[in-house]
């Protein structure tokens, strides 16, 4: 594969190109992955520090329906859109995104728009990756705003955070006791709050769960990385396309605060850290269940257990002899 070409023709913005190398980081072949790796070290450095946005949602809740008209909203101000979609379970359901994609129907017409519908792939690590480098690879090809959608399936919500420089949080209008149907750990991630469906009968209802929200938000320990008044809950309505470019003014506002404090750096450097060490913990993890170290672990456990070598001095041996440790 010609990497330079490929690399040249991203960096030119070419939507092609761009989908090719999408493809590319998602490969299992051994010497994609090589291709890959060249292609993303290559790229380092170009293109633009895009907005990272993670949405994260309940089926249901909108999202699709809010990236669509959120999306065409950037659109529609010069900005160029990417839809990057993280759903774990997609395996399983045999794709869900892809009807989504049909259901973008607007916005992936849109001159302006990408939008890349989630792989069925099963195991959470190779997802993250995936999306990772796919993010990557739209600010090289220039785009201004990438937005992650995942379904909250699992550990999903906590790894689009990971990669977010904004961490959205798309709910519905609710009765007062359903509000703790919201994680606490997934609250405190969130960088806004969005009550959706606020249109029509559900309007007053949204409003009043966005100022529970609100409440709610208040008793959480102050973050560094917001200014006063963040996080928080604001009502819209994607379907009406209401409240949308007062969530682009909020987000650009927070994002420019901590640009200007130094915590939209740290972040970054904060996740480029995280993800190595989760990289390199996957691989280690990896090699325990292919061979050799998988034949060398069935070996090793079967004199464990006729008691010829104890469990501690049989681990010593085989992580020396195939991880070549201390
Ligand atoms: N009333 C109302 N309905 C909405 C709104 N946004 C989405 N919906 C509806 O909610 C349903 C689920 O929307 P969808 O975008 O597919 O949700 P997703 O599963 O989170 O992607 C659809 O029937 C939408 O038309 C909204 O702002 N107001
Ligand atoms: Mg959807």
């Not at 420089?165 to 009765?175: K, T, V």
């Not at 740290?266 to 989760?278: I, K, T």
Request: proline share 3%; charged share 30%.
């Amino acid at each position: 594969m010609d990497i330079d070409d490929l690399k040249a023709r991203i960096l030119a913005g070419e939507r092609r190109a761009l989908a090719r190398a999408i493809t590319l980081v998602e490969s299992g072949r051994a010497d994609h992955r090589a291709d890959a790796l060249r292609l993303l070290e290559s790229l380092k450095g170009h293109g633009r520090e895009a907005l990272r946005v993670g949405l994260s949602g309940t089926p249901g809740v909108g999202k699709s329906t809010f990236i669509e008209a959120f999306g065409l909203k950037l659109t529609a101000q010069g900005l160029k859109v990417a839809v990057l979609a993280v759903d774990p379970s997609s395996a399983r359901s045999g794709g869900s995104i892809l009807g989504d994609k049909t259901r973008m129907e607007r916005l992936s017409r849109d001159k302006g728009a990408f939008i890349r519908p989630s792989p069925s792939q099963s195991q959470l690590g190779g997802v993250a990756r995936r999306t990772r480098e796919a993010i990557d690879l739209c600010e090289a090809a220039g785009f201004d705003v990438v937005l992650i959608e995942t379904v909250g399936v699992g550990q999903s919500e906590t790894m689009v955070a990971e990669m977010s420089d904004l961490f959205l949080l798309l709910l519905a209008p609710a009765g007062g006791d359903e509000l703790q149907g919201v994680k606490r750990g997934i609250m405190e991630m969130a960088d806004i709050l969005l009550v959706n469906k606020a249109d029509g009968e559900l309007k007053r209802q949204a409003i009043r769960t966005c100022a529970d929200y609100a409440g709610a938000l208040r008793l959480l320990r102050k973050r560094p990385q917001d200014p006063e008044g963040f996080p928080k809950a604001l009502p819209v309505s994607a379907l009406e396309e209401e409240g949308l470019q007062k969530a682009w003014d909020e987000m650009t506002a927070l994002a420019d605060w901590r640009r200007a404090e130094g915590h939209f750096a740290a972040r970054r450097a904060a996740q480029a850290r995280f993800w190595f060490e989760a990289e390199v913990r996957d691989r280690l993890l990896a090699r325990l269940v292919r061979e050799p170290l998988k034949g060398a672990m069935r070996s090793m456990a079967g004199q464990v257990e006729n008691g010829e070598i104890s469990p501690s001095a049989a681990a010593e041996e085989l992580l020396r002899a195939h991880l070549m440790l201390e």
